[in-house]
């Protein structure tokens, strides 16, 4: 039996050491408070705590201006009606005067958010955004649509200058439809395929921060850019949508023939809270399919919940890639 174990062992251990494939990027590893060149401040109350925070709705865009290379982190937080239990609000941000796609996120009520001054004032959960931030001096501006009655209050944060390597590895979801193989310069990735009606499912331990890379599939049909949106829900709730527009990769290809065309990776992320949590991934897009592949911190491999870890996980089934 030990001689067995120690064999099984050792199989994984080298499985894990051949299919080892880590990446890297950059991130700042302070925050600071950045206060917006325009906008409407409030003061919340968070676990007892008071915040500052600034009021986005469609008579009150916000701007502020920030110095890279960083990143800027933006809590956002959505009003909601009195008895509202859920909501999805959306706003738009321009970087440099450049529109981005529409950002939207979907919530539920927080029984810790309080706003003093309106007693009665309902407050959704906090959702984060990121944007980085490039060499020198740039503006974001953030915006509601002009027919919108959407009322966000926005903690926007910038990450100090000096700079934090972190190092990824590839992350195996729990389930998926079906694996896809590309390959990009000359070097092979797996990939997972999702559509309107088929899912990914990752579990993971927090605290973390998930990256995501998606590719839209094109058919020969598709011309110039095409527009799609990834979807993140937790317990049938969508949590976060992103919107993109893809055009066709001139690196990335199929590593066996197929009637599709890849589409340039776009990356998105998702903030997981401390403890365990399981995330459905998909398309709300009808007639497309979308490929994803996902990296998560090695350092928080150790996250544990109870008596169940990462590590654990990865030794029943997520693979180091």
């Not at 009606?81 to 959306?90: F, H, I, L, N, T």
Request: glycine residues 6%; charged residues 30%; hydrophobic residues 35%.
């Amino acid at each position: 039996m030990i001689k067995n174990t120690h064999k099984l062992l050792t199989v994984v251990c080298l499985f894990l050491w051949f299919t080892l494939a880590n990446g890297t990027d950059v991130f700042a590893g302070e925050w600071k408070l950045i206060k917006p060149v325009s906008g409407k401040k409030d003061v919340l109350e968070i676990s007892g705590k008071k915040r500052s925070y600034w009021r986005l709705d469609k008579d009150n865009p916000l701007v502020v201006k920030a110095i890279g290379p960083g990143e800027l982190k933006v809590y956002t937080r959505m009003e909601l009606e009195q008895k509202q239990k859920e909501g999805v609000y959306s706003f738009i941000t321009y970087i440099d005067g450049e529109r981005q796609p529409l950002t939207a996120r979907a919530t539920e009520y927080s029984k810790s958010a309080k706003n003093p001054k309106q007693k009665n004032q309902r407050l959704g959960e906090s959702r984060t955004i990121f944007y980085d931030i490039p060499q020198c001096e740039h503006e974001y501006r953030f915006e509601v649509s002009e027919d919108s009655k959407d009322v966000i209050y926005a903690r926007l944060l910038v990450s100090n200058q000096h700079e934090v390597e972190v190092s990824y590895i590839a992350y195996l979801p729990r389930s998926f439809p079906k694996e896809v193989r590309i390959t990009v310069k000359e070097r092979e990735y797996i990939y997972y395929r999702s559509n309107i009606n088929e899912y990914i499912e990752l579990e993971v331990i927090g605290p973390t921060r998930i990256k995501c890379v998606s590719r839209l599939e094109f058919d020969h049909s598709m011309r110039g850019k095409k527009p799609y949106r990834v979807q993140v829900s937790q317990n049938s709730h969508v949590i976060l949508t992103d919107f993109f527009n893809a055009e066709i990769s001139g690196t990335a290809s199929y590593s066996e023939k197929s009637d599709k065309v890849l589409g340039k990776g776009e990356i998105f992320h998702i903030d997981v809270p401390e403890g365990k949590h399981r995330y459905r991934i998909s398309t709300p897009d009808p007639d497309i399919s979308v490929i994803f592949r996902f990296y998560l911190p090695e350092k928080d491999l150790g996250n544990e919940d109870k008596n169940r870890s990462t590590v654990h996980a990865l030794l029943e089934g997520f693979v180091i890639d």
